[in-house]
């Protein structure tokens, strides 16, 4: 096939943006289709096989009408636009970027940045209670926070509740210092930060002085009922079954909650079921709950997480074939006997 040349006209304004620093944008582009992009007198041209050109102009395209919308755009938005294109998803990511759930107190605006995410945002919006099961990165316990927050300011819920189980990673709390909310305060951290960047420490400690936001670790819920408020429970994989009815019996009317986990990152003892993973499969068919399984492909975070959490999904499930041919084996063996 012949070689084949689309222009593509740029704002100047723009055209940083859309190239990234040192031009990286453009070269993962150009890696990744075969193409060669050049800046030509405030126009884009791309040169190739026109097929692999068509598709560059496609994710130029969008990533230009990103940019007009005042998006900064990060690696991230690069490499799921050209994940998307290869998928034949046209006009994804401006779907997605038009969905703004809040601002940040510094006024970035919080948005959904992948399919999976908007699913789990659109899944919250929709049902009463919502798992959002997957890996570091993926914004899980972020994106709650966010429309938790966005709940409380509208007035839709009278308070925020947020929760995860004091599970020691190797270490037991009794030989931390200080008193209990010391000892505890540590695993609800993550929480702390996402409401500061959010909310603002001001506001947020404003509110907590009021009773109206509540940062407590799980075995806290046992024996209340939680009227009209926004529930979050954070790290769900460390959870047991037993730890998990109390949580989920504990809601009351006027109530939302998000439930968030990895199942591939518990720290609970080796022969104990985990809450989360026993949900799953008692629950999965009553209405008004929603489970939404996001995957590397909704890593957010710095691209190397993305492969390292896909590196291990790999590895894992590679673990389990092999699992399940020994079993196979052993059964055959035993069977003729």
């Given at each position: 096939?012949?070689?084949?040349?689309?222009?593509?006209?740029?704002?100047?304004?723009?055209?940083?943006?859309?190239?990234?620093?040192?031009?990286?944008?453009?070269?993962?582009?150009?890696?990744?289709?075969?193409?060669?992009?050049?800046?030509?007198?405030?126009?884009?041209?791309?040169?190739?096989?026109?097929?692999?050109?068509?598709?560059?102009?496609?994710?130029?395209?969008?990533?230009?009408?990103?940019?007009?919308?005042?998006?900064?755009?990060?690696?991230?938005?690069?490499d799921y636009a050209i994940e998307l294109e290869?998928?034949?998803?046209?006009?994804?990511?401006?779907?997605?970027?038009?969905?703004?759930?809040?601002?940040?107190?510094?006024?970035?605006?919080?948005?959904?940045?992948?399919?999976?995410?908007?699913?789990?945002?659109?899944?919250?919006?929709?049902?009463?209670?919502?798992?959002?099961?997957?890996?570091?990165?993926?914004?899980?316990?972020?994106?709650?926070?966010?429309?938790?927050?966005?709940?409380?300011?509208?007035?839709?819920?009278?308070?925020?509740?947020?929760?995860?189980?004091?599970?020691?990673?190797?270490?037991?709390?009794?030989?931390?210092?200080?008193?209990?909310?010391?000892?505890?305060?540590?695993?609800?951290?993550?929480?702390?930060?996402?409401?500061?960047?959010?909310?603002?420490?001001?506001?947020?400690a404003k509110n907590m002085?009021?009773?109206?936001?509540?940062?407590?670790?799980?075995?806290?819920?046992?024996?209340?009922?939680?009227?009209?408020?926004?529930?979050?429970?954070?790290?769900?994989?460390?959870?047991?079954?037993?730890?998990?009815?109390?949580?989920?019996?504990?809601?009351?009317?006027?109530?939302?909650?998000?439930?968030?986990?990895?199942?591939?990152?518990?720290?609970?003892?080796?022969?104990?079921?985990?809450?989360?993973?026993?949900?799953?499969?008692?629950?999965?068919?009553?209405?008004?709950?929603?489970?939404?399984?996001?995957?590397?492909?909704?890593?957010?975070?710095?691209?190397?997480?993305?492969?390292?959490?896909?590196?291990?999904?790999?590895?894992?499930?590679?673990?389990?074939?092999?699992?399940?041919?020994?079993?196979?084996?052993?059964?055959?063996?035993?069977?003729?006997?």
């Open positions: 096939m012949g070689e084949f040349t689309v222009r593509i006209d740029v704002p100047i304004e723009h055209m940083q943006n859309l190239f990234g620093g040192r031009d990286s944008y453009i070269r993962k582009i150009e890696d990744d289709l075969h193409v060669i992009i050049v800046d030509r007198d405030g126009a884009i041209k791309i040169n190739g096989e026109k097929e692999a050109v068509m598709k560059a102009a496609h994710i130029m395209r969008e990533l230009v009408a990103l940019s007009e919308r005042g998006n900064i755009l990060e690696e991230q938005n690069v290869h998928e034949n998803k046209e006009n994804v990511l401006l779907e997605i970027d038009g969905d703004c759930i809040c601002h940040t107190v510094s006024g970035k605006p919080i948005k959904p940045k992948t399919l999976g995410q908007k699913k789990y945002v659109d899944a919250i919006r929709e049902h009463m209670i919502v798992f959002g099961i997957g890996p570091a990165g993926t914004g899980k316990t972020y994106l709650a926070m966010a429309m938790a927050i966005t709940a409380f300011k509208n007035n839709e819920v009278g308070r925020i509740i947020l929760t995860r189980p004091a599970i020691e990673a190797g270490e037991k709390l009794g030989f931390l210092p200080g008193d209990l909310q010391s000892k505890v305060d540590p695993y609800l951290r993550p929480l702390y930060d996402a409401l500061y960047q959010i909310m603002g420490a001001e506001s947020f002085e009021k009773g109206l936001i509540e940062v407590a670790p799980l075995a806290y819920m046992r024996g209340r009922t939680l009227d009209n408020a926004y529930i979050i429970l954070d790290e769900a994989q460390n959870t047991t079954p037993a730890q998990m009815k109390m949580f989920l019996t504990r809601i009351g009317f006027g109530s939302k909650v998000v439930v968030t986990g990895d199942a591939s990152q518990k720290d609970l003892a080796p022969d104990t079921k985990s809450g989360l993973d026993v949900a799953e499969k008692v629950l999965a068919k009553i209405n008004d709950i929603a489970f939404c399984n996001l995957s590397s492909k909704d890593v957010v975070r710095h691209p190397l997480v993305q492969k390292i959490v896909k590196a291990y999904e790999d590895y894992e499930s590679r673990e389990i074939k092999r699992n399940e041919l020994r079993q196979k084996s052993r059964n055959y063996n035993r069977g003729k006997r």
